[in-house]
């Protein structure tokens, strides 16, 4: 299984470019995140979906949209991109949104807002 | 306002030798503790988790330990090796959602 597959690894934007972060997993799990680690502070939670169709936002939603149209992808828009969103992004998974039963991480996408 | 707080920031040990990571929460309701190692350029990876009840738990040479009067939980790794050089992230889950400490970042040296 290749787990949580995210797409690209770097990439970097001018301030007010378009893009999407690409997430995928064929693990068959119903919860899926998205959350940017910047220095110094802990991972925080842009948006979720606890199924197809269903999504919600986390703690810092604003700037990015998100949607659900299947159970293994999970794309991040960023419809105008700012310098303060560059940052390391990081797509998780899990059977559910309860985290007793582990999240699975993807290896990130490093992203730079000239 | 829940908070999860790491020390040391970060460290720096010899091959061979122990370490003991902390993490203080002020998470509440508290639902399950869980370490992870996140390799440099990597995604983070479970180690160890804790619900209220459990007291210790280990992976290896990977020990974690929890004190939910204190609120406290450790991370103890035994006989390091070069491979255990990473940040180690302490991540609480509350009602609201999960809670992420900002991490030790290990370095170990031969």
């Known amino acids: 299984n290749a787990g949580v597959t995210q797409t690209p690894k770097f990439q970097v934007l001018k301030t007010g470019q378009s893009m999407t972060l690409q997430c995928a997993q064929d693990m068959n799990h119903e919860y899926m995140s998205w959350y940017r680690q910047d220095p110094g502070m802990g991972l925080r939670l842009i948006h979720y979906?606890?199924?197809?169709?269903?999504?919600d936002q986390g703690e810092v939603p604003n700037g990015y949209n998100v949607s659900r149209s299947t159970t293994e992808d999970f794309p991040l828009r960023l419809l105008s991109a700012a310098p303060s969103q560059t940052s390391v992004y990081f797509c998780?998974?899990?059977?559910?949104?309860?985290?007793?039963?582990?999240?699975?991480f993807g290896s990130g996408t490093r992203l730079t807002v000239v | 306002k829940n908070q999860v707080e790491q020390s040391p920031q970060s460290l720096i040990i010899l091959e061979g030798k122990n370490c003991t990571l902390q993490c203080n929460y002020t998470v509440s309701p508290f639902s399950n503790l869980r370490w992870y190692k996140q390799d440099t350029g990597r995604g983070p990876v479970s180690l160890t988790i804790m619900t209220f009840s459990e007291n210790t738990k280990s992976n290896g040479r990977y020990t974690a330990t929890l004190d939910a009067d204190t609120k406290q939980s450790s991370l103890h790794i035994t006989a390091s090796q070069l491979s255990d050089s990473a940040s180690y992230i302490c991540?609480?889950?509350?009602?609201?959602?999960?809670?992420f400490g900002t991490g030790t970042l290990l370095a170990v040296q031969p």
């Open positions: 979906s606890v199924g197809a169709g269903i999504t």
């Open positions: 991540v609480v889950s509350a009602n609201s959602g999960l809670i």
């Open positions: 998780a998974s899990s059977y559910s949104a309860r985290e007793i039963y582990g999240y699975t």
